[in-house]
């Protein structure tokens, strides 16, 4: 199983979309194209904005829909991270179904 | 193109100013002062410096400032930025205060490492601080990847220690929100672009809900959200357009937002004269900053109900005879 740490990429405060996308298309995405859990491991992380969230997790969602959620753990989340997570896995897949 | 920085110029009483904004000859800009007392809010700064850059400075044309208050332009950059020669000295004693002077960001880089060097100018509680992180990534974000501004975004941002309010002000002058979203959606005026750009879900990028991979269209609507429990002002100016979410008088035990932009306590305008891109002010008042955390069950209600209301509109009908 992979594990990615996040703050190693964007940092303790997580808004870096340039990043996100990094991870996304190299990491996530190709994960999940070869049916592997992965690990998105926040620790460290005191905050991240949604937008950086929705550029690194919503492609997986769009396209995998809540499937893609069981491939995917978050680990070591925050309360403030935990929620936008959450807001940001809600409305794709209120968007999607 | 004429801006003139009246005495005082902050969010409530922000309109005379925009509206007094000449923007005519856009190759020439003349900057012109109230002689006695210039208080003006961050956003007015950025939006003088953001359309200084677009005219050479042999073309700027900057009236001698008079008011005891004009080391203040200098001590925010105003002048450096714009290469206009100033003779105001400022007294080496003086207090610096809390605030971030002038600063262009024109790639995310420069961002990512501007927001981890400005906290520390402010002196804000870790809560305090990540609100601030929070908005400033959202609207310069915004600007590098929606504006298409040859010079990036302008943002500054003061304290101020009595009121204990830290506003924040940031300008483009790139091709405006109405540009961005008439993209993928379909809107009249400025104003009612600006309407979509802070409705949640709702991004220039695509019509499809959910958004692209890189945008979701939830930046404005979280920073509005923002303003909007913390009871202030918020304003964003585009093109002839003007929003501005007023002031909030009594608090509520439960936090409530709405989705729809207009009918949260607003006013502004669809006839202003035309600012060429975006300029966006924010009031964020220290001691009443709700918790992040309940914003964000807020958000999430908000949000999920937005994107199911619209779908549900959406569903085809079927046809009874």
Known sequence: MKSIRIKDHAGAFAEN??????????????????????????????AATQSFIHALI???????????????????????????????ADYMQDSIF | MKIHLPNSAFLGNIDPFLREFDPSNPDSLEITANDQWISVHPMVLSMVAALGLTVKSENIRCQKFEARSRHYFIRMGLFKLLGIASDIVINEHEPAGRFIPLTQIRAGSELTSFISEMIPLLHLQPEQAKTLGYIVSELARNVLEHAEAKNGALLCAQYYPKSNVLRIGIADTGVGIRSTIARSHRAETDL??????????ITGTTSREGGTE?????????????????????????????????????????????????????????????????????????????????LLDAIRATYSSAVKERRAARRKKPRFS
């Not at chain 2, 009612?192 to 879900?201: D, M, R, S, V």
């Not at chain 2, 600012?275 to 220290?286: E, H, M, N, S």
């Open chain 1, 17 to 46: 979309k340039d990043v996100a996308k990094a991870l996304r298309v190299e990491e996530l995405m190709p994960s999940l194209e070869k049916n592997e859990d992965i690990v998105l491991d926040f620790e460290g992380v005191e």
């Open chain 1, 58 to 88: 919503s492609d997986a969602l769009r396209k995998r829909g809540g499937d893609a959620l069981d491939r995917i753990g978050f680990k070591s989340c925050n309360d403030e991270v935990r929620k936008i997570i959450s807001i940001v």
């Open chain 2, 192 to 201: 009612a672009a600006i309407g979509l750009a802070l409705t949640p879900g």
């Open chain 2, 214 to 294: 890189q945008n979701a269209g939830a930046g404005l609507f979280f920073i509005k959200s923002i303003a909007s429990v913390n009871r202030d002002f918020f304003a964003v100016y585009s093109g002839q357009g003007l929003y501005k979410l007023l002031k909030k008088t009594a608090a509520r035990k439960s936090i409530r937002l709405n989705a729809d932009p207009f009918e949260d306590r607003h006013s502004g305008g669809f006839d202003l004269p035309r600012w060429p891109g975006t300029a966006v002010g924010i009031d964020i008042t220290l001691d009443q900053t709700e918790e992040f955390s309940r």
